[in-house]
């Protein structure tokens, strides 16, 4: 079970997140998702949410891969390190789009039910991130 939630979760990042497939959120999300990551925007849960986070991502960042580090499966839960990476090709958080490269660290934990993600969990650098992009102010 632990290898086959190593896949699926890769999938997800790869093809939804990666690639931009949205259409696959409704064959790995589970009906009942709900993603805990600090920041995330109430709203729909299940596949729409993350249809709409795949979608927020996309339009703000071009070139998206996610590099696993690391990843430990155990029970029902995934968890793995994660480095994000790609270019700053459209509108973040106000901010026009600088062109520039990232690479941030992440630390991801998904938990499956029923061969499905069903929860999310995320500590992302942004502040790194945004240090990367250009974004924070000379005192930042």
Known sequence: MSEDNKRLVRRALEEMYGQGDVALADEVVHAD????EPGH????T???????TVQRLRSSFGDLRFDVQDEI????????RVIM???HTGPLM??????????????????????????HWGI???LGHLHQLG?????G
């Open 33 to 36: 998702f709900v993603d805990h």
């Open 135 to 139: 974004l924070l102010g000379a005192s």
């Open 73 to 80: 499966a155990e029970g029902d839960k995934v968890v793995q």
């Open 124 to 126: 992302r650098d942004d």
């Open 94 to 119: 106000g901010s026009e789009p600088t062109g520039r490269e990232f690479a941030v660290r992440h630390v991801y934990i998904w938990r499956i039910a029923e061969g499905k993600i069903v929860e």
């Open 41 to 44: 925007p109430s709203g729909p």
């Open 85 to 87: 990476s790609g270019r």
């Open 46 to 52: 299940g596949a729409e949410s993350v249809k709409q």
